[in-house]
């Protein structure tokens, strides 16, 4: 298969995950007769300094003509603490998401056995856990009428029909090829936005008979992911309900640098890791490549690829089990490897195997 991908490191730790999955792309494609062409891009705060838009023209051509965007991050703590700025990394990404019409994210959520030490959770709660949250992307109060004074702010959750319409399509269809086990997470005692997502849910279950579905407020869920994370199997949600639950969720795996997403939509799919740019970290070669690494994989399995991206598993997996690990999930008195020896490990593990 041939596949052109935009490469898309941003800003922090992205400029040294990135290079790790490409590195496992090109193992995979020698390995199994693939050609990846790749054409980096620039986005986040990194536009911002070359050209004064997180997220230029050039790069949204180039993700246009891509069959596949590979993201890893964009923020830059210059930008967080001047809440009259109009232009932030941040708003590259939105607008990513807008214009490629990216409206569902799938976010999977599964543990590893070898590390189920690190999460703060038990054991016995989280072993096993293996659900997706299907994440709206581009409604909400992320795109709706803002305003801000000195004295006043409002932000507009607004949903129409046809948004919350698809997103559900994606979720059911998702819960078909699963346990057939649906939760519509929302808001509807309080939000009139909630209480069309469940009326539309609703008008919808007729379609899949097969498909059990419940209904679970946000406030509810976020207890119930952390303490029953094993009764879910595929989530839907909200843009604003979604980033939270999700970032909620690396309590399950032990670390957000684990956790992979892919954004799908009208255009080109993209597909990047949960976490964020950690600046603090960047250039200190402590990243976990695991979750960009996973992302690679999500892609390659989104194009038919089954057999590759399960050959990246399986290596993502054997170094855990190894304990070539990165810092932060290393155990007491682990080998130290960064993420460049993580990221080369893994490549190697697949190369031989």
Not at 22 to 36: C, E
Not at 129 to 151: C, H, P, S, W
Not at 199 to 221: G, L
Not at 319 to 332: A, D, F, G, H, K
């Amino acid at each position: 298969m041939n596949l052109k991908i935009a490469v898309l490191p941003g800003d922090g730790i992205g400029p040294e995950i990135m290079p790790e999955a490409l590195n496992v792309l090109n193992v995979i494609a020698k390995k199994f007769g693939h050609t990846f062409t790749y054409k980096e891009a620039i986005c986040g705060a990194h536009a911002i300094d070359a050209c004064g838009d997180p997220f230029p023209d050039e790069t949204f051509k180039t993700c246009m003509d891509a069959d596949a965007v590979l993201f890893a991050a964009v923020g830059d703590p210059r930008f967080d603490n001047n809440p009259t700025l109009k232009v932030r990394p941040e708003t590259g990404l939105l607008a990513m998401r807008k214009k490629l019409g990216l409206f569902a994210n799938v976010r999977p959520v599964a543990t590893f056995d070898c590390l189920l030490h690190k999460s703060p959770l038990k054991e016995e709660l989280i072993k096993g856990a293996d659900f997706v949250v299907i994440r709206e992307l581009t409604g909400g109060m992320y795109f709706g009428e803002k305003y801000q004074d000195n004295d006043k702010a409002y932000d507009t959750d607004i949903y129409y029909r046809p948004e919350i319409e698809r997103i559900l399509k994606v979720a059911f269809d998702f819960a078909m090829r699963r346990s057939k086990h649906l939760t519509v997470v929302d808001k509807a005692n309080v939000l009139a936005s909630s209480r069309l997502w469940r009326q539309i849910a609703k008008e919808m279950e007729p379609k899949y008979p097969e498909v059990t579905v419940d209904y679970m407020f946000i406030d509810n869920a976020s207890m119930r992911v952390l303490t029953e994370p094993r009764y879910f199997d595929v989530i839907v949600t909200e843009n604003t309900f979604g980033d939270i639950l999700t970032d909620e969720t690396s309590a399950i795996t032990g670390s957000m640098g684990l956790q992979p997403s892919a954004s799908l939509g009208e255009h080109t799919p993209l597909f990047e890791p949960v976490h964020g740019s950690w600046p603090q970290a960047a250039g200190k070669n402590i990243a976990n490549p695991l979750a960009e690494i996973l992302s690679a994989a999500m892609m390659l399995e989104h194009f038919g690829l089954k057999e590759e991206g399960a050959a990246i598993r399986k290596a993502c997996n054997a170094s855990l089990i190894n304990n070539v690990r990165t810092p932060e999930i290393q155990v007491e008195g682990g080998s130290h490897y960064g993420t460049k020896e993580v990221g080369e490990w893994i490549a190697k593990c697949i190369e031989e195997n």
